[in-house]
């Protein structure tokens, strides 16, 4: 299978590395965050744009001001793993998109929405009511070519703005599986 892990499409090759979009954290400790790979091959050729790739993993840490760890790695999304239907809702947040497969059979541009719970969905949430001051929370994500990227985001803690819980319900989304 040249799409498993460590395998070989040649003569392509995946040298893009995923982008992390900007967190959002909200009151009750949980984290949104979008995520994507890019594709390096991309067809101009084609009548057909070509989609960007989910990531294959996702993972997030805790630091304080002084560069302390406050959590372990915590792993919001692991490919490697199957997850059962109902734990749709756990990985994919309010928002996310995927375009399903009619789109890709019958569009020219099938892009998807992929906005995760980085916290509070298959993770803990932030420890926020026990935190107070400056913290970092550093975002990794992983492509299944081994391409790595972190995205750093301070806060302070209270949090300032109005606090609002994060957003409930199932991604608005085609999936084509069950």
Same mark, same amino acid.
């Given at each position: 299978n040249p799409l498993r892990p460590g395998a070989s499409l040649l003569p392509y090759r995946d040298t893009e590395r995923p982008i992390i979009g900007k967190p959002h954290i909200y009151s009750d400790g949980k984290v949104i965050v979008? !995520?994507?790979? =890019?594709? *390096?091959?991309?067809?101009?050729?084609? *009548?057909?744009?070509? =989609?960007? @790739?989910?990531p294959a993993a996702l993972a997030w840490r @805790?630091?304080?001001?002084?560069?302390?760890?406050?959590?372990? @790695?915590?792993?919001?999304?692991?490919g490697s793993q199957w997850y059962p239907p109902g734990d749709i809702s756990r990985v994919f947040a309010p928002g996310a998109k995927n375009p399903g497969f009619n789109c890709f059979a019958f569009h020219r541009v099938c892009i998807p929405n992929w906005v995760y719970w980085l916290a509070g969905g298959m993770t803990e949430r932030l420890p926020l009511g026990s935190l107070h001051g400056r913290y970092r929370l550093t975002v990794y994500a992983w492509d299944w070519?081994?391409?790595?990227? !972190?995205?750093?985001?301070?806060?302070?803690? =209270?949090l300032a703005g109005p606090q609002t819980p994060a957003p409930s319900g199932r991604p608005v989304a085609r999936f084509d599986y069950p």
């Amino acid at each position: 299978n040249p799409l498993r892990p460590g395998a070989s499409l040649l003569p392509y090759r995946d040298t893009e590395r995923p982008i992390i979009g900007k967190p959002h954290i909200y009151s009750d400790g949980k984290v949104i965050v979008g !995520a994507f790979d =890019p594709q *390096s091959h991309i067809d101009k050729h084609s *009548s057909y744009e070509t =989609p960007v @790739l989910a990531p294959a993993a996702l993972a997030w840490r @805790l630091y304080d001001s002084h560069n302390h760890a406050v959590t372990g @790695l915590e792993w919001a999304l692991r490919g490697s793993q199957w997850y059962p239907p109902g734990d749709i809702s756990r990985v994919f947040a309010p928002g996310a998109k995927n375009p399903g497969f009619n789109c890709f059979a019958f569009h020219r541009v099938c892009i998807p929405n992929w906005v995760y719970w980085l916290a509070g969905g298959m993770t803990e949430r932030l420890p926020l009511g026990s935190l107070h001051g400056r913290y970092r929370l550093t975002v990794y994500a992983w492509d299944w070519a081994g391409n790595t990227s !972190a995205r750093d985001y301070s806060f302070k803690v =209270p949090l300032a703005g109005p606090q609002t819980p994060a957003p409930s319900g199932r991604p608005v989304a085609r999936f084509d599986y069950p």
